[in-house]
């Protein structure tokens, strides 16, 4: 499963990727805010340094609206993908943007029928929100599960991004389902690496070196 960072911080992505291990960046509207900047100058930094896909979210808008927003991001830099919400016009943009050849995340899936309508627009991948889906007393790894079944049943071609990752567990299970990439936030990231009896471990070979 490729590990993408789920953020728009300039310095946990120039962080992360140091690490070697993070091959790709999804942002959206919120995560921007967060920051206080612009989405154009963000993506103009994020993509000087990590080399793979950057999702870059337009404004929800009419069908030429969000096509014009999706040609005119994807004019910055070919890592560019256009991140397009869950909405039949979102859909109808996914449709064009892919038959000009240009990369398409739908976001806001958390459906197996919502699944289908982006796979069969073209689109390069697709965002299943686990997090939320928990959140609301459903199984965010089942709707994992189902949308990659859904997608070996018909042979698609694109990918699914586990997003809403909350923490490890959410890792372990998008890992589990078979999903191709979990976009996880810097904090998740970084946890990754501890296990109690790998510190543990590392104490005692250290005190077994001073000897
Ligand atoms: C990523 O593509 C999503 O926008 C993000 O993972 C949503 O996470 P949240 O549910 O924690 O806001």
Redesign the pocket.
Known sequence: MKLFI?TANIEHIRIASKWGCIKGV?T?P??IAKEGRNLLDVIKEIVTLIDGPI?AEVQEASVEAMVAEGQSLAKLHKNIVI?IPMTMDGIAAVSQLSKLGIKTNV?LVFSVPQALLACEAGATYI?P?M??VDDMGDSGVELIEKIMTTITNYGYETEV?A????NLAHVEQAALAGADIA?IPFAVLQSMVNHPLTAAGLQIFRDAAKK
């Open positions: 789920d999804t959206n919120s995560l999702s991140k976001t965002s929100f997090g939320r991004i997003a809403s990752i909350r976009t």
